[in-house]
């Protein structure tokens, strides 16, 4: 199994952090749509602007406390975070959306006609909620101050017109362990956060260090009750597999001691080298080096199979959820939607186009405060890059692709290899075939026979 399985997915789920899988803050996030024919025809915003109507929100938290070995982001490390200036930057780039010719209120019905005016009504005007998600991801969003917190939550909820609570919105909270307290705890609930995403990765000390991760492995236990009691039962926890060999990291005792906090949804991370990071020069000096592609593959399956044994649901290569407790919002990636990223680094997709912002605090900080915008680039896709995208996006999820779109040339040797199974006019991958998937999907194009 080729380790470039992961190349060709969006680069954040290559990563070993729960970060950027939610932020969708990678320019090469290529995601298909399923839904493509009909965003064509809404009446969008703008010319790859906006989405008509705001239902997926990403805010993106840059802080950290200190850098993990393996993670590349662009990250501001900060021993104070700076929580008052930094909301009030990212409410100044929603005000400085909101008198940009392409904004239209986001509390709107999708197929309704635009209002005459279109700047917001006022946050005090009544309005249909649109918002469907919120994502807080980083960095460390929960480094964020408390009363900090509650004023970003409380004024993105005036503005996207979830009055009175976000109780009808999946509103989710990146965490480290160690940030997850009884009163951070009661702080957050306050503020609309029904779920959280806790950065576990491992529940072996050594490795946490080896990570330069800041929580032990009794850190993450703790968290999880002290959300649980606090009223946040929806839990996300993420997990590195494929670490260095001399770690001795039992990867079946993390799987089981994780089920045992019985969080309702799992995210697994495969161990990548970036460029320029600690782990990357740990690796030219030859003081580690990453398994054999053999084991990657096996603790990937392992994972799998035991977290599919204990009733979790794998809905995408790496993500898996009990009791239907999908992540609404990387689902809505997954599928194509629209989303408003603010903050630095994230991403905005209207449909068509996607815009991500300078990704570096300070310059993010200092264009917000020059009254200029913070959008450092945008790409629209072209119709390969489409068919592309929507087939590796169709593949990657439990949905598979339509039957129609996988050529008789390779539908039959797939099949018996075990990559793939037909159900009911879907082409599904296996875990076999989520290990090929960047194999699998340039075979589409090169048969010239994907439906467009
Ligand atoms: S906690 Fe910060 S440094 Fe560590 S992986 Fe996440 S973004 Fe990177």
Redesign the pocket.
Known sequence: MPRGFWRAMPRGLRRP?R?AVSAGHAPGLKVPCSELGALRGMDLAGPGIFPPVVRHLYVHVPF?V???S??D?S?AVRKHVPGSEYVDAVLRELELLRDSPGWVNPGASPRAPKASGTHLPSPRAPKASGLETLYLG???PSLLPAPDLTRLLTSLREAFGSTPSFDAVEVTLEA?PEDVTPESVRAWRGAGVNRVSL?AQSFNDRALQWMH?SHDAARIGAAVRALKDGGIANISLDLIFALPEELHRDWERDLEQAISLLPSHISLYGLTVEPRTPLDRWISRGATHLPADERYADEYLLAHRRLTADGYQFYEVSNAARDGLRSRHNSAYWTGRPYLGLGPAAHSFDGTTRRWNLSAWEAYRRAIAEGRSPVESEEALTPEQEKLERAYLGLRTSEGLSLSNVPTVHLSGWLSAGWVVEQRGRVRCTPEGWLRLDALVPKLFVAKELAT
Do not use: K
């Open positions: 952090t970060e950290c200190r850098r993990c393996y993670c982001f990250i980083g960095g460390t480290n950065g991760r």
